[in-house]
């Protein structure tokens, strides 16, 4: 089985300061991860993910994550936040050993960046 | 491009009713997928499909189904609605690659059930 967890509720940060969203999984064998952000009534939009290889991923308006197989983390990360940022952020997880396609997602963390 | 397309955006039904989920993929992407994000209890797969087959289904019960059109867009069906069943449900596709394909959403269709 896998699973993810995201700790972190809420998360706090004043503009221009670095953020982090934390993220921790769990698969039987080696992972593919990914984050998403979802704004208010809208659906999920694709930030980044990790396939294989560097394990910086870099992805849309300025976001990165560090792949961590020792710490089983992905935790994604901006230099500066800006307001636009403030959302839901939901990362996921699928076993590349399965033929299953089914991504599990972690129970979201809510990104306040105060101005 | 565009992207993924849903319909209705929002749908209310009466319970026992049954509703219809409409989704149309990315040009090109052959993989539909449902989820359902419930209130308390997150972002749930629901269903898989693939070249006109149902490849997957989470842990849900039978009266979730759904079908792939030769278009590759598809439907959910959601028979004898219970209340709990009010969620918005999100459709994503993708294309088959080598290198763990991503799955892209749309903007989802909220159902109320009364």
């Known amino acids: 089985a896998q699973s993810v967890a995201q700790p972190e509720d809420q998360v706090n940060v004043a503009e221009g300061n670095p953020l982090t969203v934390k993220c921790t999984y769990s698969?039987?064998?080696?992972?593919?991860l990914f984050w998403y952000v979802q704004y208010p009534n809208r659906g999920l939009q694709f930030l980044l993910k990790?396939?294989?290889?560097?394990?910086l991923v870099k992805g849309s308006y300025g976001f990165e994550a560090e792949f961590n197989k020792s710490q089983t983390s992905f935790h994604l990360k901006k230099p500066s936040a800006l307001v636009s940022d403030s959302a839901l952020y939901f990362c996921?997880?699928?076993?590349?050993?399965?033929?299953?396609?089914?991504?599990?997602f972690g129970s979201g963390t809510r990104l306040q960046v105060q101005p | 491009e565009a992207g993924v397309t849903q319909s209705p955006t929002h749908l209310i039904k009466t319970r026992g009713q049954q509703a219809t989920l409409r989704c149309s993929p990315i040009?090109?992407?052959?993989?539909v997928y449902w989820y359902q994000q419930a209130l308390g209890l997150g972002l749930q797969f629901l269903l898989w499909?693939?070249?006109?087959?149902?490849?997957n289904r989470g842990n849900f019960p039978p009266r979730f189904s759904g079908r792939q059109f030769p278009n590759y867009s598809s439907e959910l069906n959601v028979n004898a609605l219970e209340l709990e069943d009010s969620a918005l449900y999100l459709c994503?596709?993708?294309?088959?690659?080598?290198?763990?394909?991503?799955?892209?959403f749309g903007p989802g269709t909220r159902l109320l059930v009364l």
């Open positions: 499909y693939d070249e006109g087959e149902e490849r």
């Open positions: 040009s090109g992407h052959t993989s």
């Open positions: 698969v039987s064998g080696n992972p593919y």
């Open positions: 994503a596709s993708s294309w088959k690659t080598r290198s763990g394909e991503t799955q892209y």
């Open positions: 990790y396939i294989t290889g560097d394990n």
């Open positions: 996921a997880v699928r076993d590349k050993g399965t033929g299953r396609r089914a991504l599990t």
